[in-house]
C-alpha cells in the first residue's frame, strides 16, 4: 500500500487518526481457526484482540479449554 502525504490538506491534530483509531480502519484483527479440547466443536471467527479470542473459546467450548490458528488478515 502506498504511504500517502497529508501535509497539503493542512489538517488540525483533532482532524488526523491515532493509531488505535487507524488499526480499525485497516483491520487490526485476526481470523482464527478454532478447536475445542476435551469436548467437541470447532469454528472460524475474527477477533481483534486476544483477550477477545480466549473468551471465544471459553464461550463456546464446553470444558472450556481449545486453541485458535490463525493470523493477520490479508
Not at 39 to 55: F, H, I
Request: with cysteine.
Amino acid at each position: 500500500m502506498k504511504k500517502l502525504s497529508l501535509e497539503m490538506l493542512r489538517l488540525t491534530s483533532d482532524e488526523v487518526l491515532g493509531r488505535s483509531q487507524m488499526k480499525k480502519v485497516t483491520g487490526g484483527g485476526h481470523y482464527y481457526s478454532c478447536h475445542c479440547t476435551g469436548s467437541v466443536g470447532s469454528w472460524t471467527g475474527y477477533y481483534e484482540t486476544l483477550a477477545q479470542r480466549n473468551a471465544a473459546v471459553v464461550r463456546n467450548c464446553a470444558s472450556e479449554a481449545g486453541y485458535c490458528i490463525g493470523g493477520p488478515m490479508q
